[in-house]
C-alpha cells in the first residue's frame, strides 16, 4: 500500500488497496468516483472525499457542486453512469435486489420505468393494496364499518362519499378482500 497522499491539513485521502478510480463530469466540474463506491471532487483545485449521505427516501445521496451551486445526486444513478453499460439509452436505474443501500455496479441495471415499477411489486417492495394506494378514499377501519354495517349500500355510499359499486364491491368481496376477509367465489354454471 502507498503512503497516505496528504492533500492539505483539514483532509486525508487515502488510496486503497485495488482502489481504481474514473473521472465523470457533472455540469462544469470533473469529480472521481472509485470501484469503492467514494467520490472525490476538485473544487478549487483542492481534492476531496465526499461524504455520502441518505435522502428522505432512503437513497443514499452525495452533494456535488455544479456551476457554483450545490446539487445533490444519488449514489447508485452516478455509479450507474460510470460503470454500467446503458446500449439502449434507458432513463431509470434499477436495483436488482431491491436494496437502495446496495449500489455495488454488480446490484445496478437500466431499466424502463415501468419494468422498474414492476420490479418493485415482484419484489413486495409497493404494495398497493387498500389504503397504500394512493387514490383511495377509504382507509381499513372504514372498509371494516362498511363490512359490518346492516345500512343500505346507498346510506353507506352518501356517509363515506364513494359510489354505490365501491360499497357493493366491499361487501361482495371484490374489493377490500385482505380486510374483509370474504372473497368472491364466480357461479360456475354447470352444462346438463
Not at 92 to 102: F, R
Request: aromatic share 10%.
Amino acid at each position: 500500500m502507498k503512503a497516505p497522499k496528504y492533500i492539505n491539513r483539514h483532509n486525508l485521502i487515502i488510496q486503497l488497496p485495488y482502489e481504481r478510480w474514473f473521472y465523470f463530469k457533472d455540469g462544469k466540474e470533473f469529480y472521481k468516483v472509485s470501484n469503492f463506491l467514494r467520490i472525490k471532487s476538485f473544487h478549487k483545485d483542492k481534492q476531496k472525499i465526499l461524504t455520502i449521505g441518505m435522502t428522505d427516501d432512503k437513497y443514499l445521496r452525495v452533494q456535488l457542486n455544479v456551476n457554483g451551486k450545490k446539487k445533490v445526486k444519488k449514489l447508485h444513478s452516478i455509479i450507474g453512469e460510470v460503470f454500467v453499460p446503458n446500449p439502449l439509452k434507458l432513463k431509470e436505474i434499477n436495483h436488482k435486489d431491491g436494496n437502495k443501500m446496495n449500489c455495488h455496479w454488480t446490484n445496478l441495471e437500466y431499466s424502463t420505468r415501468s419494468k422498474n415499477i414492476k420490479h418493485a411489486f415482484d419484489l413486495g417492495l409497493k404494495n398497493a393494496k387498500g389504503e397504500n394506494n394512493t387514490r383511495c378514499k377509504l382507509d381499513n377501519n372504514k372498509v371494516r364499518k362498511i363490512f359490518k354495517s346492516k345500512e343500505t349500500c346507498y346510506e353507506l355510499a352518501k356517509t363515506y362519499s364513494v359510489s354505490y359499486i365501491t360499497i357493493s364491491d366491499i361487501r361482495r368481496g371484490y374489493t377490500w378482500s385482505h380486510i374483509t376477509g370474504k372473497t368472491h367465489v364466480p357461479k360456475v354454471k354447470i352444462a346438463a
